[in-house]
């Protein structure tokens, strides 16, 4: 793999960590606020959809999300797992294999994405972006991805469509684990919060 690029003064860079930061924020309140106003319904739908599905459901539903940039986010599946109180290292593992798994598949159907309507009006949607992450930093646009904002899927998608290495290109999908394990902190101390 190349060497990081310098990317300091890149705005790009800059707006994606302050998305991110921005995003965690988000996500710690939102667990915080549906927790103190919505707590009932919501930890029944989640143990509801975690004792019917188990992991297996939140591996089919975040392996959904990053493949195909399935309408429900990756992280609805670590949350409902928060919500539900299941045992933290099976959501876990069955979240990062998932969007592993997700991303990998992302790669391989990327070049076929263009012929499907509502998959190429979303990849559109984001190519200049990708495009932009791609040409300055090569394999390590995957890695922007998978820990910013942008939607990890239609990254994906554009590196199997520009034929990155696949070595290189599921290498930088790696974040993804660190990622989740972050995601999953905010969610239950979120949530946690709200009940004390």
Known sequence: MSEAPDIADDKLMRRLLWQSLGIMIVMFATAALLGYWLRDPITEMATSFVQVLGPLGIFLGVLAADAISFPIPASTYL?????????????????????????????????????????????????PRGEALFKRWGAWAVGIAAVTPMPFSVVCWLAGIYRMPFKRFFTATLVRVPRVCVYYALFAFGWASAAA
């Open 79 to 127: 949350f409902a797992g928060v919500a539900a109180d299941a045992a933290v290292i099976p959501v876990l593992i069955a979240t990062s294999l998932a969007s592993l798994m997700g991303g990998a598949l992302a790669y391989v159907v990327g070049p076929l994405v263009a012929r499907v309507p509502f998959l190429d009006r979303r990849l559109e949607l984001f190519r």
